[in-house]
């Protein structure tokens, strides 16, 4: 009987990278909305939106649990869960919903809806990437229920790990065009030490795999001058 092939390292790869991104999106979606679910009124530029304080409110609450649950959803999709697909295709889609409707509503009351297009059209391209991968060729190569192990589980969560630390990093810099000073001042500091944190965790898996692979190149003429 033939052998079931590995997962696809580069596929597994690249879905986790962009499930990394789709969840810090969403996260910092959440967290950055509440200034507007909780206080439009405080701010000139987000009046019209008090009338709809209650669906923020609603979005706020449900992007967040969409973003936490997609921290151990990161997990299972290195570790292969039977539900690891399933469960990922959830929160991209409540991700997308979620932050489709705040775009929607915002455009066509303020007549302008960043930053949460920009969340909205990272979190759509990464569901169609998903759903890519469910066709059959490539699904009997993506194995989701099957783990990464190694230097391959290594490379997914360090990139991962690494892209979204740095993107925490930053985010005081970007979310500073279409946020107040006061809202920025108050999460400057724990956005620095998750950034730093993950950023960190992300260059550690890295060096490991580089150290590994290093290790192995050297092996090989060793093995090689062994045989002869």
């Not at 455009?107 to 059959?136: C, D, E, H, M, Y």
């Not at 009997?140 to 990093?169: E, I, S, W």
């Not at 260059?203 to 045989?227: F, M």
Request: net charge positive; proline share 6%; with cysteine.
């Amino acid at each position: 009987m033939a052998e079931a092939p590995r997962p696809s390292k580069a596929g597994r790869i690249i879905a986790l990278i962009l499930m990394g991104l789709t969840v810090f999106f969403t996260l910092m979606g959440g967290i950055g909305t509440t200034c507007v679910a909780f206080g439009a009124e405080n701010y000139e530029s987000m009046v019209g939106l008090v009338p709809y304080k209650p669906l923020y409110q609603a979005l706020v609450f449900i992007s967040l649990s969409a973003g936490i649950w997609g921290i151990p959803v990161m997990t299972q999709l290195v570790r292969g869960k039977a539900n690891a697909y399933r469960n990922a295709l959830i929160v991209l889609i409540t991700g997308a919903v979620t932050s489709g409707i705040q775009t929607f509503v915002s455009q066509s009351v303020r007549g302008k809806s960043a930053p949460v297009n920009v969340r909205f059209a990272v979190t759509l391209f990464t569901l169609i990437v998903f759903l890519i991968f469910r066709l059959p060729p490539l699904w009997h190569r993506m194995r989701f229920d099957q783990p990464l192990k190694g230097n391959a589980a290594k490379t997914a969560g360090g990139a991962a790990f690494a892209v979204v630390g740095l993107l925490t990093l930053s985010a005081p810099l970007w979310v500073a065009q279409t946020h107040m000073e006061p809202w920025i001042s108050g999460v400057r500091m724990p956005l620095i030490i998750a950034g730093v944190t993950l950023t960190l965790c992300g260059i550690a898996l890295l060096a490991l795999e580089t150290r590994s692979l290093r290790s192995k190149h050297l092996a090989l003429p060793e093995q090689s001058a062994a045989i002869q």
